[in-house]
């Protein structure tokens, strides 16, 4: 059985399948708004735990989300390294712990929301301001792209430091690094040849 990449939509009935795309989408800039206002270390873990909870909703199950954190890890503790080392660990352990809290509750909406609804959701909304020149069905596209990214390139860097540590190189910087982007831009370089392929390059 392949195992579904996080974030990837995953059909069901929770409350957070039945829930509009829109409200979701709101909810989830309404939480980042939230997680980069308040910088309290209580409030990011709480932030964290919210968002940990809402993955489980949306269907992420225990195995991915380690994933997720497995790939966070890297940046997650170099983070936490320099913010300890300018203002404290209780600010490391707040920007660590909002920035994986976003992550995850990123993913929620993605598991939870197909991507068709996504973008006619966003399609419908920004479709007043087509007459400013604004093409509604490009920026619902690159948004759609753009949230599921995330959780894309947290596995991309689980994958490439699992890969190093084979080597014994997980504390070579240029094995973590130099993959990692190879990687990111391969799977740009995907992307963009499948939207080409559907005459959307334009």
């Known amino acids: 059985m392949i195992a579904q990449a996080p974030g990837a939509y995953r059909p069901g009935s929770t409350f957070l399948h039945r829930l509009w795309p829109g409200a979701k989408l709101l909810g989830l800039f309404a939480f980042g708004i939230a997680v980069v206002a308040t910088r309290g270390w209580i409030t990011g873990l ?28 890297l940046v997650g503790i170099l983070l936490f390294a320099f ?25 929620a909406v993605t598991a939870s929301t197909a991507v068709y609804d996504m973008l006619d959701t966003v399609t419908r909304a920004l479709r007043p301001l087509r007459p400013l020149g604004v093409a509604p069905e490009r920026v619902a596209l690159t948004f759609s792209l753009a949230i599921r990214a995330l959780p894309l390139a947290f596995e991309l860097a689980r994958e490439t430091r699992d890969a190093a540590r084979a080597r014994g190189l997980e504390r070579n910087p240029r ?19 499948a939207l080409q392929a559907r005459g959307l390059d334009d």
């Open 83 to 107: 913010q300890t080392w300018q203002q404290g660990w209780q600010f490391g352990v707040a920007v660590v712990a909002g920035l994986f809290a976003l992550i995850l509750a990123a993913s």
């Open 46 to 73: 709480v932030a964290l735990a919210v968002a940990l909870v809402l993955a489980l909703v949306a269907g992420l199950r225990s195995r991915e989300l380690a994933r997720l954190a497995r790939g966070f890890a």
């Open 175 to 193: 094995a973590l690094l130099i993959p990692f982007v190879l990687r990111m831009v391969a799977h740009s370089r995907q992307t963009g040849a």
